[in-house]
């Protein structure tokens, strides 16, 4: 069963941009991973949001276990207003299957 991950990222205002890149930097590797089917960062005004989905709770383990994301820790370490907020999800499918799942 495929997880669903959601993490809010609440970058300190002067250092946005760098937060941004960190991101960027790391999607690149990520999206060659085993197991990752989707890591999409959205942006609000004052928190970017990454959108992640794995095959299986084993990819997610393997993703956190990874070099990218230590890469991404060490890149955000004191450009954050607040901690990370990690929120892992399992699908609840409803309605038409295409549109009601990730």
């Not at 760098?18 to 999607?27: G, L, R």
């Not at 794995?54 to 955000?76: D, F, I, T, V």
């Not at 699908?91 to 038409?96: C, D, E, F, L, V």
């Amino acid at each position: 069963m495929s997880v669903v991950v959601v993490v809010t990222a609440f970058p300190a205002p002067e250092h946005r941009a760098e937060v941004v890149a960190a991101f960027e930097t790391a999607i690149t590797r990520v999206h060659d991973e085993p197991g990752v089917e989707l890591y999409a960062l959205h942006e609000g005004r004052d928190r970017l949001v990454m959108i992640e989905k794995y095959e299986s709770a084993q990819a997610r383990s393997e993703h956190l276990q990874g070099a990218a994301l230590a890469e991404l820790r060490s890149a955000l370490e004191g450009r954050l207003s607040s901690g990370l907020d990690v929120q892992v999800l399992v699908p609840h499918p409803a309605g038409n299957m295409q549109k009601g799942v990730l």
